[in-house]
Structure formats: structure tokens, C-alpha cells
């Protein structure tokens, strides 16, 4: 059965994940009970996991399951598609971030080592991340060639075609989306900061 848009992609998303951002302690202190005689404001404060905001991974996770939501209705998908394409693009998906944070932690070490405030460095360790970090892209380039081709063995032509211009879509709402996130946050922070004075 197929899904009738009734809000845009983005607002939706939008709506979502910032209502998230916006979780402060004030909220999750309101959630919990005073106990018998106690005055809410002795309700002890929550634990920082509870109010701590969601991060960049997170974010992505939230979007990541939004895009497959919008599959069935971007590529116009049967039902008797549906579920193969959801599990392989999931699998897709997963093979994507691991190889992200694989690769951000590469950097990481690079730009530590090549600090220039830090003591220089041994040239064959900085070489053997260098490999690391060539050999960890290779992987990641076949394994998503491979995922693709699994992706696309659910699909007709133009399904596929219409694909390519799926994930661009989200793509560059993805990163809409975080740049609102961030403001959002920011102007939270703001706001809470006014609020204490």
C-alpha cells in the first residue's frame, strides 16, 4: 500500500530530529513525579545520557531509516519488492557508515601525527596509515560496488535509474538537515542560557 505525501521530505525530517535536539533536562525533570510531600523542584536532575544531545552518528541512523521509509513511494516500489530492497539497503547503508567511521578515525590519527605543535613523528608509521587508510577505501569502494549490484537485482531499469536520484535527493536534504539541527541546538543553548539568568 502505498504512502500519500502530505508534508514535505525535509520538513518532516526536519520536525523530527530537532523536536530531539531539543530534549533538555527541564523536560525530563517535568516527566518525573515529586515524591509524596517533595516539592518538584527537589525531583532530583536526571542523568546526563537522558538530556545529552544526539550525535552526528545518531543523526545519521534517524535519516538513514527516513530514506527507506520514502523508498516505497520514491521508486514506486510493489510490494513483493519491498522487502528485499529494505534489507539490502540497509545492508548498504551499514557497509557505508562503518567505512565513515573507519575513515574518520584514519584522519584522526593523520592529523594528530602531522600536528605541527606536536614532537615530528616516525615517517614509517605515518606510511603505514597512509596504506591503511588506501587499503580501507579500496575495501569500502568494492564492497559498495557489490551492495549496489545487490540493490539493484530488486529493481527494475528505471527503478534504478530513479535510485540514483533518490540517494542524491536525500543526500543533500541530509545535509540541510544537519546544518538546521546544529542552529536548532544552538538556539536551544541560547535560549536555555537566557532562561538561567
Known sequence: ???TPTTPLCVIAVLVISS????TAPRAAQAQPAAQGQPAAQTPA???PETAPLS??????????????QAQEALQLSEAQYGRFVTRLKAMQEIR????????QMIADLRRLTNPQAPPGDDAALLERIK?????DERAAAD??????GVDETLDVRQQARF???EERMEQQKLELLMRARQNARAAARGRGRGSR
Request: charged share 30%; hydrophobic share 45%.
Open 1 to 3: 500500500m502505498k504512502r
Open 20 to 23: 530531539a535536539l531539543a530534549t
Open 46 to 48: 536526571p542523568a546526563a
Open 56 to 69: 552526528a552518528g545518531q543523526i545519521q541512523r534517524w535519516f538513514e531509516a527516513f530514506s527507506v521509509l
Open 97 to 104: 557508515r562503518k567505512h565513515q567511521q573507519a575513515r574518520n
Open 132 to 136: 591503511a587508510l588506501r587499503e580501507e
Open 144 to 149: 559498495l560496488k557489490k551492495a549496489y549490484e
Open 164 to 166: 540514483r536520484v533518490f
